[in-house]
């Protein structure tokens, strides 16, 4: 792409303010299964543990997505449930900061992201899990190469009941 919007990062100290406020917000719990708050003290500890350790040590993979022009913290890109004998793992990406909702920051991110599993890390193939009523979520996937490869029925507690689960995958070829 000729029109640079965001560059993946490792994490720093200084990002300990942005997890601490989008790990506590309700309507991320909602994607990313999280159950409780998570205390400033236990967000520092992640982000000095994860430091210097590369993906297969650590089984995952948590980037910062930024602005590249203002180099403001947007969100997040995860890579998770590395399989190494197999060659894959999982995927996540939250823009965090809804003043960069809807601007084209998460596909950029997830294109650079998936290439970097490909290219750099050497995986075979990525998938998601993702609501099925979360459909912005769905399309981002599927206009960045993934296709729907499974449902998963009543996978997810909600509020009033279940929900079902789109598994999505993409291949290196």
């Given at each position: 792409?000729?029109?640079?919007?965001v560059?993946?990062?490792?994490?720093?100290p200084?990002?300990?303010?942005?997890?601490?406020?989008?790990e506590?917000?309700p309507?991320?719990?909602?994607?990313?299964?999280?159950?409780?708050?998570?205390?400033?003290?236990?967000l520092e500890?992640?982000?000095?543990?994860?430091?210097?350790?590369?993906?297969?040590?650590q089984?995952?993979l948590?980037?910062?997505?930024?602005?590249s022009?203002?180099?403001?913290?947007?969100?997040?890109?995860?890579?998770?449930?590395?399989?190494?004998?197999?060659?894959?793992?999982?995927?996540?990406?939250?823009?965090n900061n809804?003043?960069?909702?809807?601007?084209?920051?998460?596909?950029?991110?997830?294109?650079?992201?998936?290439?970097?599993c490909f290219?750099?890390?050497g995986?075979?193939?990525?998938f998601?899990?993702?609501?099925?009523?979360?459909?912005?979520?769905?399309?981002?996937?599927?206009?960045?190469?993934f296709?729907?490869?499974?449902?998963?029925r009543q996978?997810?507690?909600i509020?009033?009941g279940?929900?079902?689960?789109?598994?999505?995958?993409?291949?290196?070829?």
């Amino acid at each position: 792409m000729d029109n640079i919007k965001v560059r993946l990062r490792a994490m720093e100290p200084e990002d300990v303010d942005y997890l601490y406020l989008w790990e506590n917000d309700p309507d991320i719990w909602k994607v990313s299964s999280t159950l409780a708050p998570y205390s400033r003290f236990v967000l520092e500890q992640y982000v000095a543990e994860s430091m210097g350790k590369d993906v297969f040590e650590q089984g995952q993979l948590r980037l910062v997505i930024e602005d590249s022009s203002t180099h403001e913290p947007v969100g997040l890109v995860d890579l998770f449930d590395v399989d190494l004998r197999d060659s894959h793992g999982s995927i996540g990406i939250s823009i965090n900061n809804k003043n960069f909702r809807g601007k084209g920051y998460a596909s950029e991110a997830l294109r650079k992201f998936v290439d970097h599993c490909f290219h750099v890390l050497g995986l075979h193939s990525l998938f998601a899990r993702i609501d099925a009523g979360n459909e912005p979520s769905i399309r981002l996937f599927e206009n960045c190469g993934f296709q729907k490869c499974g449902i998963l029925r009543q996978w997810r507690r909600i509020q009033n009941g279940w929900s079902d689960i789109v598994e999505v995958q993409i291949i290196n070829n």
